[in-house]
């Protein structure tokens, strides 16, 4: 009896030994967890504030999302803004017991345990709940030990380790918390984080307007979004969509009829790919990007000294001039513009900038490059003009070599100048811009430089004249291939845009649009041992007639004469001509000469259109503004901007000007808008051309918009064609994209507004007795 006593005893021990001894060590493990033996686990601070990376949003005026910056390509969304139909879906396919469990769900992990582990059961689902998985993207796995045996238990740890953390963070938040957090933090693929990126890039919509076919497509892609990427593997996506809508039927969110209804759909997708350097404005969220994450200034950073000065004066002024840097988080840590999910909101039209960019290519890619492209031929494909001689031509092409990534890599990598120039010379396979598409062929290096040189260039802006907001940027062709930004970058010789600012300081001295001035040529004394300077007109054979004669200032502009600027000059300095033009937003350096009359100047397109403004403004000069405000994830505001303003010149001058530049576009060489483009209503401009049709400008004016065009080659020594004048390579953008804006109802201009006139008019005249015939050709107005 006693030894059976003894034999029970024993049993006793080692039965509850065996079945303690587990319990034990769970026990021992998640203690030793607890107390971070195994590598810390989450704070309360983060789980309260749990680090993720959101994309920085650049939104339109209209709300329409630009592009994003990221790391991360995610965008934060509420719960409310979630779809039930997201919710039901996510819920059916990964945790139905979602509701009732407190972050670990014991009874599917017995599910999983038994059919999968014991049975081999594959298709019994996982035991990961979704405060689990939620655990795991918040905060990832170590995955740098490759050992088998202690691979294999540093899973353990961690998976124990989720479950711990899963846990606290049904404490810290609420369901629905949690279930926005899930879907703000997982990958769908194609560079899509988060739901509303993955709503907007696969179907264009907001996760709140997503049906329940498309909820059930996006579900499915959580387990492999490679595999079931529905843009390559469409018979994969769609059975696993199907998959998560038969779940769904079986937890009642569907019934029978609507489960096979839609089971029955094929894949309908709105698929528009997010990156940087595609979508909409890419050239404007381009210079928003270097704009916000400039840093201070350092002289011995800056080749050009005028620049750093410059950048300098915007540093101390302009509060969006490095944003990032200059403004910091409660952390004391400068604003991350990748990860912090900042709402960033812009003056930009989305419509606007579709039609400047539509109208832009279209103009380029139809007419400019054809034109281009058949001089090309004719000249034996030489890319510069014909007074640069071989010798330069090598020189020039060689510096454009040096300033490749492909030559800097092979500098680096310790290359020979003889083994660069042979792997510049060696075919490669290479794909190349074309207007029709990209296209793949075999090309030496050096060839690509001269394929690309061909390409003519162009960029166009648009402004609110009344507020400076800026509302179509388009900065070249492509932004891919030409990412140099001729809006604000590239600084251009300006032509005959310039001679308006010349035309106000007479006004505003006290000439009158109706005074006569000779037309003949002027010349200038430059000073002892230079040689005197005579302007010329430029040749055009309808103003023949005109040579010798009197005519009104007003005529003299409208037709661009050269004589008539070079005239006024000599009544005025050229400081007092380039105190003028700063006064009216002009920020380049303008040298105080008497050429400055006919637009030699080096300045943006950005610095001409705000600068025309003015005119508008009845005298008043808005500087450009881009941003209007910023915002954190939540919604609070961190920085609202507003433009600064400067009276320039009086409202009597500004509308005398709006009407001699109306003169411009009624009977000058701008005529082409109303007779060829048909542009009606109000509307005032100037053309510009610059010495062997280098740069061909035009700057327009309406009521409630100023716009731009500038076209030219890479290089001033590469010319436009001899119709290469801005009355023919840059009006039309303007004149395309003003009769696609004045075509759209919901947009504020129409040819029915007119300019605002002073309170108390000029005691001036208008109605001129020049009248000039209109060309039929429109000829270089440039400065020689």
């Not at 309908?268 to 210079?287: C, H, Q, V, W």
């Not at 039209?349 to 109208?359: G, L, S, V």
């Not at 001509?577 to 350096?589: E, N, Q, R, T």
Request: hydrophobic share 40%.
């Amino acid at each position: 009896m006693s030894k059976n006593k003894e034999l029970r005893h024993k049993f006793l021990i080692w039965f509850w030994g065996i079945f303690l001894a587990p319990v034990a060590l769970l026990v021992l493990i998640f203690t030793l967890i607890g107390l971070g033996a195994f590598g810390p686990l989450p704070t309360f601070e983060q789980l309260e504030n749990p680090s993720s990376n959101l994309a920085t949003e650049i939104i339109a005026d209209d709300g329409q999302l630009l592009g994003t910056f990221y790391v991360q390509n995610r965008s934060f969304v509420s719960y409310d803004e979630i779809s039930p139909n997201l919710v039901g879906a996510l819920i059916s396919t990964e945790d139905i017991r979602f509701y009732k469990h407190s972050g670990i769900d014991f009874r599917g992990l017995s599910r999983v345990f038994v059919k999968t582990i014991i049975m081999g059961d594959e298709s019994a689902g996982g035991g990961s709940t979704v405060s689990q998985q939620l655990a795991k993207q918040l905060f990832p796995r170590d995955t740098s030990i490759h050992s088998g045996i202690l691979s294999k238990a540093n899973l353990v740890i961690t998976k124990f380790k989720e479950w711990i953390t899963a846990v606290k963070l049904e404490r810290n938040y609420t369901k629905e918390e949690i279930l926005a957090m899930y879907f703000n933090m997982v990958p769908f693929g194609n560079n899509a984080w988060g739901v509303k990126t993955a709503a907007k890039i696969y179907f264009d919509k907001t996760p709140a307007d997503l049906t329940v076919e498309e909820s059930a497509l996006l579900v499915g892609l959580l387990n492999a979004p490679s595999r079931y990427n529905p843009v390559r593997h469409n018979e994969r996506a769609t059975a696993k969509r199907n998959f998560v809508l038969d779940k769904m039927y079986s937890n009642d969110l569907l019934t029978r009829e609507q489960y096979d209804s839609l089971a029955a759909l094929p894949i309908k997708l709105k698929f528009s790919p997010m990156d940087n350097t595609g979508g909409i404005a890419p050239y404007f969220r381009e210079m928003l990007r270097i704009i916000l994450t400039a840093k201070k200034p350092d002289v011995d950073n800056y080749f050009d000294k005028d620049m750093y000065r410059q950048d300098s004066i915007r540093w101390e002024t302009d509060p969006l001039y490095g944003w990032c840097n200059k403004n910091l988080k409660q952390d004391g840590t400068p604003y991350n513009l990748y990860k912090d999910g900042l709402k960033i909101y812009t003056t930009i039209n989305a419509k606007m900038q579709k039609y400047a960019e539509e109208a832009l290519k279209e103009h380029m890619a139809n007419v400019v490059q054809k034109d281009f492209d058949a001089q090309q031929k004719r000249m034996n494909y030489r890319i510069y003009s014909s007074d640069i001689n071989n010798e330069k031509v090598k020189q020039l092409l060689e510096n454009a070599m040096k300033q490749t990534d492909r030559y800097r890599n092979l500098r680096n990598a310790g290359a020979s100048q003889e083994q660069i120039t042979k792997s510049f010379n060696t075919p490669t396979d290479m794909t190349i811009f074309s207007y029709k598409g990209d296209v793949d062929t075999v090309m030496t290096p050096m060839d690509s430089i001269k394929y690309y040189k061909r390409f003519l260039r162009a960029s166009f802006v648009a402004i609110e004249p009344q507020t400076g907001n800026l509302k179509a940027w388009v900065g070249g062709v492509d932004f891919v291939n030409f990412k140099y930004d001729q809006v604000y970058q590239g600084k251009r010789q300006v032509g005959s845009t310039f001679k308006p600012f010349l035309y106000t300081l007479a006004m505003q001295e006290g000439m009158k649009p109706c005074d006569q001035a000779p037309n003949i040529p002027v010349t200038f004394d430059m000073g002892p041992g230079q040689e005197p300077w005579t302007p010329k007109n430029a040749s055009a054979k309808y103003l023949e007639p005109y040579n010798g004669k009197m005519v009104t200032l007003k005529f003299g502009l409208a037709n661009s004469i050269n004589n008539i600027s070079a005239y006024l000059m000599k009544q005025y300095s050229p400081q007092a001509v380039v105190d003028l033009a700063h006064k009216m937003g002009i920020k380049s350096v303008l040298d105080p000469v008497v050429s400055i009359c006919l637009g030699p100047s080096d300045i943006t397109l950005l610095e001409m259109v705000s600068a025309y403004g003015t005119f508008v403004n009845k005298g008043v000069h808005v500087d450009p503004i881009a941003v209007l405000r910023i915002e954190d994830k939540h919604g609070n505001t961190l920085a609202s901007f507003a433009p600064q303003k400067n009276e320039a010149i009086n409202d009597q001058t500004a509308y005398t000007m709006i009407e001699m530049l109306k003169g411009v576009v009624s009977k000058g060489t701008a005529a082409k808008l109303g007779y060829q483009y048909g542009i009606r209503g109000e509307v005032a401009g100037k053309t510009g051309t610059t010495n062997n049709n280098s740069d061909g400008w035009f700057i327009g004016i309406t009521p409630k918009l100023v716009a731009g065009t500038w076209v030219g080659g890479e290089e001033r020594s590469i010319h436009l064609t001899n119709r290469g004048e801005g009355a023919a390579v840059a009006m039309p953008v303007f004149a395309n994209f003003l009769k696609k804006v004045f075509a759209d109802p919901s947009l504020a201009v129409k040819p029915n507004l007119y300019f605002e006139k002073p309170s108390v008019m000029p005691d001036v005249s208008f109605d001129c007795a020049n009248t000039p015939v209109q060309p039929e050709k429109e000829d270089d107005d440039g400065f020689f």
